[in-house]
Nanobody, 127 residues
């Protein structure tokens, strides 16, 4: 069974940076998709970014494009979300999600296709 654990949230001033991490256990397929979503109080869950565990193609929401970057280091099963130039509207609980096998690219933004979710990590950006 695949399990996810996020870390790295916190409080930062507008214009600052944070790095989130998402570690997976249970070893999904290398080309399985992982994604970051966020949810602010009173709002629907929103797609942030997605990629495959073994790298390659990435997809970003327009609201974060150019400011957020998904990458990995040595361990292909830990993904990082580098968030720069943070804005107050980025304040939310950030969750990573995956499923054991690849999601077709056209559905990467759809939260319903992911069946494993982390517990979330709070990001608060003050103005």
């Amino acid at each position: 069974q695949v399990q996810l654990e996020e870390s790295g949230g916190g409080l930062v001033q507008a214009g600052g940076s944070l790095r989130l991490s998402c570690a997976v256990s249970g070893r999904p397929d290398g080309d399985a998709t992982m994604a970051w979503f966020r949810q602010a109080p009173g709002k629907e869950r929103e797609f942030v970014a997605a990629t495959a565990w073994n790298g390659g193609q990435t997809l970003y929401a327009d609201s974060v494009k150019g400011r957020f970057t998904i990458y990995r280091e040595q361990d292909r099963y830990t993904k990082y979300l580098q968030m720069n130039s943070l804005k107050p509207e980025d304040t939310a609980v950030y969750l990573c999600a995956t499923r054991p096998r690849r999601v077709i690219f056209g559905r990467w933004r759809d939260a319903a296709v992911y069946d494993s979710w982390g517990q979330g990590t709070q990001v608060t950006v003050s103005s």
